[in-house]
Antibody
Framework: QITLKESGPTLVKPTQTLTLTCAFS??????????VGWLRQPPGKALEWLAH???????RYSPSLKSRLTVTKDTSKNQVVLTMTNMDPVDTATYYC???????????????WGRGTLVTVSS | QSVLTQPPSVSGAPGQRVTISCTGS?????????AHWYQQFPGTAPKLLIH???NRPSGVPDRFSGSKSGTSASLTITGLQAEDEADYYC???????????FGSGTKVTVL
């Protein structure tokens, strides 16, 4: 059974850097065909993909946020970390990590999501 | 403004059939990229409902079905139930934006 759980600060000040950790179990990022993605959802708004990292350390970022994002993995700890710099109140959202799969599809999708963590950006 | 366009809301009586459209373009669904669908209840994380346009993960009731044609995809709920009242999002990949994109979401209301 795969589980994912996000952790990090619930409140950050404008201009600060946000660091979120996704701890997962039931999957290994050292195995072929595995990926973990980060997404967010502002209150009352739609979902937005931010970044993801594959088992082979290939990383992809949303072009609109690429300059502010970094995603890394620690295979030994079963964790993926997302950092987002220069936080702004518009970045207030629930941040999710998700297990990515391409089983039954020629393209990747977000197969299982963590519960999410609400991050508020305010001074 | 979302790259994939969905109706803000659809509604139906219990037992009816409702369809949610997801309209894209020639850089995403129309380019051959698969459409996937997620169900989200208030205050909870999204759950994968359909992947690869038509495939249901284990545990998803067969009243949920997906299809794709041209630059659009659709999610159909046949035999609507009260427990289906939720928000639904489509997702694909966009080659122009070079990333994964979501629809604006559709709220399904059971009358």
């Amino acid at each position: 059974q795969i589980t994912l759980k996000e952790s990090g600060p619930t409140l950050v000040k404008p201009t600060q850097t946000l660091t979120l950790t996704c701890a997962f179990s039931g999957l290994s990022l050292s195995g072929d065909g595995v990926g973990v993605g980060w997404l967010r959802q502002p209150p009352g708004k739609a979902l937005e993909w931010l970044a993801h990292i594959y088992w082979d350390d290939d990383k992809r970022y949303s072009p609109s946020l690429k300059s502010r994002l970094t995603v890394t993995k620690d295979t030994s700890k079963n964790q993926v970390v997302l950092t987002m710099t220069n936080m702004d109140p518009v970045d207030t959202a629930t941040y999710y990590c998700a297990h990515m799969s391409n089983w039954g599809s020629i393209h990747w999708y977000f197969a299982l999501w963590g519960r999410g963590t609400l991050v508020t950006v305010s001074s | 403004q979302s790259v994939l366009t969905q109706p803000p809301s659809v509604s139906g009586a219990p037992g009816q059939r409702v369809t949610i459209s997801c309209t894209g373009s020639n850089t995403n669904i129309g380019a051959g990229y698969d459409a996937h669908w997620y169900q989200q209840f208030p205050g909870t994380a999204p759950k994968l409902l359909i992947h690869g346009n038509t495939n249901r993960p284990s545990g998803v009731p067969d009243r949920f079905s997906g299809s794709k044609s041209g630059t659009s995809a659709s999610l159909t709920i046949t035999g609507l139930q009260a427990e289906d009242e939720a928000d639904y999002y489509c997702q694909s990949y966009d080659s122009r934006l070079i990333g994964y994109v979501f629809g604006s979401g559709t709220k399904v209301t059971v009358l």
